[in-house]
């Protein structure tokens, strides 16, 4: 057991997201975290003007499929270590949105990946532009692909991701390929999970994901299983224990509960009880 975290205590987040009337749609969530501090995520206002949206304020942009889904819909007790690493995260800006039938398409630009309450109007003038589309191919199966450019005033990169879904009676199947190259370095992620309602309220899961940083650091390998138990439609019970086949080095890890660590053989236990209002 190469080290140790400690536990955190997970975030708690107030979500309020309403329509004041049937084209018009506004959300604010503000999330207190572990470290006592109490912090904007989202404030944005949305017009739906037929197929066609409007989207501006402080908001995730479409881009990574699994930074995208909430929080409170992931499969594993938390987001995998590739999502921290590769994902949009939360800007100031406009999206344009068009959605028919099968088809949807998102485009944006903000003032860059992951600047949430920050000054809009940067000095410096960062900015970020992202694109992604999704595609019904039938009832149980959904492909999506995403682009985007960012440039923080001091560096740029460019990035690109692809990912397929299948939710077919209790099954459900997740994968994406990740990819970006910033500063003449490229750096990729993979991510793959697949779990089972046995039961109406058992869901066993696996995932794996893995990718490279960059030329020199340790490629990522880790493996999770767990399983989640639903209480009701409001309230679940997840836990799930990982494996770090490689060093996890030169990665990210946040609040995920992994340790960047030089040594292999990290393992992680997590649970976590949910409940939503």
């Known amino acids: 057991f190469p080290s140790v975290g400690s536990i955190p205590l997970s975030n708690f987040t107030l ?27 989202d404030a944005w206002y949305k017009h739906s003007m037929g197929d066609f949206s ?40 406009i999206e344009l949105g068009y959605e028919a039938g099968d088809f949807r398409l998102f485009g944006s630009y903000t003032d860059g990946f992951d600047s949430r309450n920050t000054d809009a109007f940067k000095a410096n003038n960062t900015y970020a532009v992202a694109g992604r589309a999704e595609w019904d191919a039938c009832d149980w ?79 990522l390998s880790v493996a999770t299983f767990g399983v ?12 799930d224990f990982g494996y770090a086949f490689n060093a996890v080095d030169g990665w990210n890890t946040g609040q995920t509960g992994w340790n960047t660590n030089a040594e292999e053989g990290e393992y992680l236990l997590r649970t976590m009880i949910q409940v939503t209002f």
């Open 15 to 41: 979500n309020s997201t309403s329509s004041g009337y049937d084209p018009v749609t506004h959300s604010s969530v503000i999330t207190l975290r572990d470290t006592g501090d109490i912090a904007l995520e």
């Open 54 to 93: 409007l989207r501006v304020g402080q908001m995730k942009t479409h881009y990574l499929w699994e930074y995208d889904q909430s929080s409170s819909n992931t499969m594993a007790v938390d987001r995998s270590i590739v999502s921290r690493n590769f994902r949009q995260g939360r800007s100031q800006g």
């Open 141 to 219: 199966f959904t492909l999506g692909a995403g682009v985007g450019s960012n440039d923080d005033g001091v560096g740029s990169y460019t990035t690109w991701t692809v990912d397929g879904h299948i939710h077919h009676g209790g099954f459900t199947f997740d994968g994406y390929y990740v990819w970006k190259n910033e500063n003449d370095v490229d750096a990729w992620g993979s991510m793959l999970q697949a779990g089972y309602f046995v039961t109406d309220s058992i869901q066993p899961f696996a995932r794996y994901e893995f990718g490279s940083a960059g030329e020199g650091l340790t490629d």
């Open 228 to 239: 989640n138990y639903h209480v009701n439609d409001n309230v679940k019970w997840a836990t």
